[in-house]
């Protein structure tokens, strides 16, 4: 295409009005550069909040099993609680000495391998649900960017480079690549916590 037929050039001493050249160039080049990173980033975010989503539903199943070994088993102090009873039952009808019948409570210490094991899930969810959110937060901000503009060429120039700047301010495109390699930690630390799990079986 003719670039002089999309741009004509500006009358004499109109070159910086509201609607100058200048201005929809830089709206027509802004907004190829600005579809090809948006695009790519919303594909990436995409993935992403699948996987974490998928990922983190199968971890919370882990996590529901193995944090009920961090508290005692309620079904086996019942029934030592039922043999005592019974003890001291019998104990009062023989005549003999309850202070011989040996207490069954004991304070539950978990095991340091239940420990680590649900401590490794815990973080790794964390990090899921974070990464997660993360990818949440950045879609809105990429649709705030590429929302629609109304006004003059020098307006929506104007807008768009006061967007563009708050992103690099913010360093959205380094949090966003910067997402998968929190996910890829959330994995590691899962992965490290199931081979704990899997050793004493």
């Known amino acids: 295409d003719n670039y002089e037929t999309h741009f004509p050039p500006d009358p004499i001493y ?22 090809y990173m948006t695009d790519e980033a919303r594909e ?11 990922f983190s539903a199968v971890l919370s199943t882990f996590v529901a099993q193995t944090s ?8 086996t102090e019942s029934t030592l609680l039922l043999r005592e009873i019974a003890a001291l039952q019998r104990a009062q009808i023989n005549g003999t000495s309850i202070d011989s019948i040996p207490s069954t409570s004991a304070d539950f210490t978990p095991s340091s391998l239940d420990v ?14 974070v990464a997660a959110l993360l990818a949440v937060l950045m879609k809105q901000w990429i649709r705030h960017y590429t929302s629609l503009v109304s006004g003059t060429a020098q307006e929506r120039s104007l807008i768009r480079q006061y967007r563009f700047m708050g992103l690099q301010k913010w360093h959205v495109p380094t949090l966003i690549g910067l997402l998968p390699v929190l996910l890829h930690l959330s994995l590691a630390i899962f992965f490290a916590g199931l081979t704990l799990f899997l050793v004493p079986l």
Not at 44 to 54: K, T
């Open 14 to 35: 109109q070159e910086a009005s509201e609607n100058a050249r200048v201005y929809r160039v830089y709206m027509a080049e802004s907004a190829k550069y600005d579809a």
């Open 44 to 54: 990436g975010l995409d993935v992403l909040l699948v996987f974490a989503g998928l």
């Open 68 to 75: 009920q070994s961090l508290q005692p088993d309620r079904a």
């Open 116 to 129: 680590w094991v649900n401590g490794l899930w815990f973080t790794s969810l964390t990090l899921s649900l």
